[in-house]
């Protein structure tokens, strides 16, 4: 399958960032064999896809229901509208800051599928969970309880180890790469067959100097990024690295 980078801006960005990014990113070599996405803060989602012609559009988070009055929520179908394919769904900031729990992943993953998007559900464990030795047993606890009912067509896993993000400190590709495995065996094991061909990607402090190493393993198949999606230039390195681990 081609790779997957994913830019999750979080709530950073301006409408000057997405001007000077996206000068930037036209001036450098299109890219082959990787689907790029961007997922900018939910204001900004037009004025990005006014600017990039060659990038998919994701959101970062969506409601957990089909509409109604829900104040300050956003719905899959006006992410859909406005040119959404991707949605990240269970961040590990969600999760820690806003509570959110395996059971609202799942029925938010189900309402971006049905909606035709691709769900890109986040798990991980943390640091404390890692050191105990109960990595594998947290990350398949959250893994089925965010996909109860969930189809999967259009879906795509993200590991996100909590200690690895935004901290600077990258799970080793060996580390990855094995959590990779787990994720796969289990995605085989709920689905069948066709857990073999969901994408899981990788996410954590990835950057330019750490990227091409961990796309060279087996079960990497792309990366979320955070901070270094942010600019354009060490965006495209890591989407570069991508496409080469794939060739
Ligand atoms: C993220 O926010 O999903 C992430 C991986 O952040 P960072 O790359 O900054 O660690």
Same mark, same amino acid.
């Given at each position: 399958m081609a790779g997957l980078v994913i830019a999750n801006w979080k709530m950073h960005g301006s409408l000057g960032l997405i001007e000077e990014f996206s000068r930037e990113w036209q001036l450098l070599p299109p890219l082959s064999e990787v689907s790029v996405v961007l997922c900018p803060p939910a204001p900004y989602l037009g004025a990005v896809s006014n600017a990039f012609e060659d990038v998919a559009l994701g959101a970062q988070n969506c409601a #957990?229901?089909? *509409?109604? @009055?829900? &104040? !300050?929520e956003i719905s899959v179908q006006m992410l859909s509208e406005l040119g959404c394919s991707y949605v990240i769904i269970g961040h590990s900031e969600r999760r820690a800051l806003? =509570? *959110? &729990?395996d059971a609202q992943v799942a029925v938010k993953a189900a309402l971006v599928i049905a909606q035709g998007l691709h769900a890109v559900v986040c798990v991980g464990e943390t640091l404390e969970h890692r050191d105990a030795g109960q990595q594998d047993k947290i990350v398949i606890e959250q893994l089925l309880g965010s996909l109860a009912?969930?189809?999967? *067509?259009n879906l795509v896993v993200a590991y996100e180890p909590v200690w690895a993000i935004g901290t600077g400190r990258t799970a080793t590709p060996a580390q990855a790469d094995a959590m990779h495995g787990v994720i796969r065996s289990c995605l085989c094991e709920h689905?069948? *067959?066709? !857990? @073999?061909g969901i994408p899981i990607i990788y996410g954590g402090s990835v950057k330019p100097e750490n990227a091409s190493v961990l796309f060279e393993? #087996? $079960?990497? #198949?792309?990366s979320l990024v !955070? !901070? @270094? =999606?942010? $600019?354009a230039n060490s965006f495209w390195q890591i989407a570069s690295a991508a496409s080469a681990g794939r060739a």
């Open positions: #957990d229901q089909v *509409e109604g @009055a829900f &104040t !300050g806003y =509570s *959110e &729990t009912q969930v189809p999967c *067509e689905f069948g *067959e066709v !857990g @073999a393993c #087996d $079960n990497i #198949d792309g !955070g !901070g @270094a =999606s942010l $600019n």
